[in-house]
């Protein structure tokens, strides 16, 4: 049995569960990139070049204003792929996506992956389920962000960062946040402190970490729990995938 059958080295679900000779097909156009926190990879209306499938990097996706106002209406991390618009029909994108989190990727012409996605039975099911949780993930931010108060925000977007992550600290400012839950800085800061003085979580200089996993889900709203619930059945099929991918990998 060939290595290649079970794609041991990419560390982005989604790719990592596509048949083995799906990816063999992808994998020479797949260029490793760089994720700088901050480094925008497309914005809205723009005209998609390529997607991407972060490994070690968070990305936000967010919906822009005509007064430049912003608000992240879901993140996508190695669970997933950024670029679905192209997978349902659209040229073009309505949202920005910008790094959250730094790390890596890998970039893949817009062309080849959508050619691949049209003949490719297992990629094709696999996308979809994913677009479906990607869609579940903006419903209930969306609901959030109406309903619940920012201090429950604040602790829904720290869990769902945190699943994202191998490390319990993240690095990012108060505007940034801010900006990412579409609220006034002034807001997160009494939201964190609240959170800071509970021992739930430590901040200073861009530097969050949490202390207390159980308590900020405690405080957390039940959005939380429904898109954490949609996401693991998400990477349980990539899963179940992988291993049925890998079984007929050492019946050839």
């Not at 893949?108 to 990629?123: D, H, P, T």
């Not at 996308?127 to 201090?151: F, G, K």
């Not at 993240?170 to 800061?189: P, Y």
């Not at 939380?224 to 995938?241: D, G, H, P």
Request: hydrophobic share 40%; net charge neutral; with cysteine.
């Amino acid at each position: 049995m060939s290595i290649t059958c079970l794609q041991e080295t990419i560390h982005n679900y989604l790719l990592a569960a596509a048949k083995a000779d799906e990816f063999e097909r992808l994998k020479p156009h797949l260029e490793f990139i760089q994720m700088p926190l901050g480094s925008i990879l497309y914005e809205s209306g723009d005209r998609l070049q390529h997607v991407w499938f972060p490994t070690t990097a968070v990305v936000s996706l967010q919906y822009i204003m005509e007064d430049g106002a912003s608000t992240q209406i879901a993140g996508v991390g190695n669970e997933g792929v950024l670029g679905v618009s192209l997978f349902m029909g659209g040229a073009a994108t309505p949202s920005r996506a910008i790094v959250q989190t730094g790390g890596c990727g890998y970039r893949i012409k817009a062309g080849v992956v959508l050619q691949e996605f049209n003949r490719a039975e297992s990629l094709h099911g696999l996308s979809l389920l994913y677009i479906q949780a990607l869609i579940t993930q903006m419903s209930l931010i969306a609901a959030c962000n109406r309903h619940h108060s920012i201090e429950q925000q604040l602790c829904r977007w720290l869990l769902l960062t945190l699943d994202q992550l191998t490390s319990n600290e993240l690095i990012m400012t108060q505007e940034l946040i801010a900006s990412m839950l579409g609220v006034r800085r002034e807001g997160i800061t009494e939201a964190a402190g609240n959170l800071k003085n509970a021992g739930f979580i430590n901040y200073r200089r861009g530097h969050i970490t949490v202390l207390d996993r159980s308590g900020l889900e405690m405080l957390s709203c039940e959005c939380y729990q429904v898109i954490k619930k949609e996401f693991n059945c998400l990477l349980s099929t990539y899963s179940t995938a992988r291993y049925a991918h890998s079984q007929g990998c050492r019946k050839k």
